[in-house]
């Protein structure tokens, strides 16, 4: 199939940027999103021009280093899927494809498609984790955990930290990937002992950040290919209620 | 420890703030809404009522009523004003294209429903409860005394008189549809803001949140339209 794309371009943090109309010719449907892109780059390096850049490392849907908006859509039209797991056979010949990079002051270009996250790992430094002395790990059983607990734990470990929650929030608000990691050490034990002050810390986090506040507007949700619930943003919003009248850190 | 100046200036405060008003103030309209229903039951049930009101505990109570209110409003449009230019400063280049798949056109409308709201508010007070604009329906309040028994202001002629005028009632009516999208998406937000939220609760919030946006609309609007089509006179 035939496309035209029209790709972000920026040279940098300070360039203002701009979008630049690119046609690529015999896109197999079987490529993928980043696929396709590689095809168009081998063509401007042929012809001299610079590639664009866009950040990408497993290509399984795993890592959550990809992300692009794809038509207005983080990671593309598909739910639940990555834009390196979106595949050519969702467009079809003659379509004209917008792809922008995520916008938000706490993501800032670096190149083209590329985007500094560097704000999510300083929130995770703020408490995304547990403390525990090394050395031996303990035996599995000896701290039951109810399924239920376990399977809430695991549903809000699955966030690849992509940021397409904070892409799609008209406030570019990151209230769901934050939840994400509070409530998966919030619905285990081991997460308990440092619960309030985790969530004071992570929350304050995001707005030092320059992210936005939560609307409730859930395009977060609509967006995550891992399909993190909004669940996790209203008992984030009750452990740092708790943690402001009831913490003691 | 944090200190609680921090606390109240993060966004997540700001907006439990605007939860915990936002529903005070919707306690408020249903409140008022029961009162404003009084006029299909006559002249003397409104007029006594409203007369109770503003002489309940010698006058004080309508005083604690209205510092509430106040303070719910101040606090409720300060932190809405507040977290909406963060949220735009949060996002300085807009998308060439962007594709709506869960917010609502009430969702996104919130800041505007409400600063419409406001200005309403504003203008109703200076009908009903100064006397500013639109005095010649207006009826002056008697000071409230226990003893004084035989000057109820007729409060009925007053809502009548003004509600005659389509220009008056057509305002009305509109304000009341902004209540009715502010709400279609405040009370499943304020749930959800304040942390009461699993699967049993979201589809109730859901349903009852925009109905009940509904019904305070169309029981407000009620009024005005009872008087213009004759109904209420
Ligand atoms: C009778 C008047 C009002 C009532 C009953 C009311 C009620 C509510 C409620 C319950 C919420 C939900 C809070 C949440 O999302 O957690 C809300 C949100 C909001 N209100 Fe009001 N409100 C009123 C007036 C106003 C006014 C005058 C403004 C003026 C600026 C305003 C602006 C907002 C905004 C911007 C939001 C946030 C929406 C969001 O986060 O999605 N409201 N309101
Ligand atoms: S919550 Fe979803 S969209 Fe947000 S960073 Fe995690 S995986 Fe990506
Ligand atoms: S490249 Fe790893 S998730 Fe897309």
């Not at chain 1, 095809?39 to 990408?56: Q, R, S, T």
């Not at chain 1, 399984?60 to 794809?70: P, R, S």
């Not at chain 2, 902004?178 to 109730?204: D, Y």
Request: aromatic letters at 8%.
């Amino acid at each position: 199939m035939n496309l035209r794309l029209h790709i972000w371009r920026q040279s940098g943090p300070q360039d203002t940027g701009m979008l630049k109309t690119y046609d690529v010719a015999n896109v197999s449907e079987h490529m993928s999103f980043l696929e396709m892109l590689d095809v168009l780059n081998e063509d401007l390096i042929a012809k001299g021009e610079l590639p664009v850049a866009f950040d990408h490392d497993c290509r399984e849907g795993i890592c959550g280093t990809c992300g692009m908006v794809i038509n207005g859509r983080p990671h593309g039209p598909l739910a639940r899927t990555t834009a390196c797991q979106l595949h050519m056979r969702t467009f079809k010949d003659g379509d004209e494809i917008y792809i922008e990079p995520w916008r938000a002051r706490a993501f800032p270009v670096v190149r083209d498609l590329v985007v500094d996250r560097g704000s999510f790992d300083r929130i995770i430094q703020k408490g995304g984790f547990v403390s525990v002395n090394t050395g031996n790990a303990q035996d599995g059983n000896t701290l039951p955990i109810p399924k239920l607990d376990a399977d809430r734990a695991m549903d809000a470990a699955a966030c690849i930290g992509c940021g397409a929650c904070v892409a799609a929030c008209p406030n570019a608000s990151a209230m769901l990937f934050t939840a994400a990691k509070i409530g998966h050490l919030g619905s285990v034990p081991q997460g308990q002992a440092e619960r309030s002050t985790r969530a004071m810390n992570m929350v304050l986090q995001m707005d030092a950040e320059g992210f936005g506040a939560c609307t409730n507007h859930y395009e977060c949700e609509a967006a995550c290919p891992k399909g993190i619930s909004a669940d996790f943003i209203a008992q984030m919003n009750k452990d740092f209620v708790s943690s402001a009248f009831g913490g003691r850190d | 420890m944090k200190a609680f100046g921090e606390i109240w200036e993060s966004n997540l405060f700001q907006k439990w703030l605007m939860a915990i008003t936002g529903l005070l103030l919707v306690g408020f309209l249903i409140g008022h809404l029961s009162g404003n229903l009084l006029v299909f039951m006559g002249p003397d049930a409104i007029n006594e009522y409203a007369h109770g009101l503003r002489t309940m505990l010698h006058g004080t109570a309508i005083w604690i009523v209205r510092f509430g209110l106040l303070a719910s409003f101040a606090l409720h449009v300060t932190s809405a004003i507040k977290l909406a230019r963060r949220n735009r400063a949060a996002r300085p280049s807009s998308y060439n294209t962007v594709e709506h798949r869960a917010s609502t056109l009430a969702s996104r409308s919130m800041l505007y429903s409400g600063l419409l709201l406001l200005t309403y508010a504003i203008y109703h007070l200076a009908h009903f409860t100064w006397g500013a604009v639109h005095s010649e329906f207006y009826v002056k309040a008697c000071p409230p005394s226990p003893e004084c028994t035989d000057c109820i202001p007729d409060v009925y002629a007053m809502i009548v008189s003004s509600f005659q005028q389509p220009v008056i009632s057509v305002a009305y009516v509109l304000a009341m549809i902004m209540v009715g999208l502010h709400l279609n998406h405040a009370i499943a937000s304020a749930s959800q803001t304040l942390g009461l939220r699993n699967r049993r609760i979201v589809p109730i919030v859901r349903t009852v949140g925009p109905l009940l946006g509904i019904l305070v609309a169309l029981g407000f609007s009620s009024v005005p339209l009872a008087i213009l089509a004759g109904i209420v006179k």
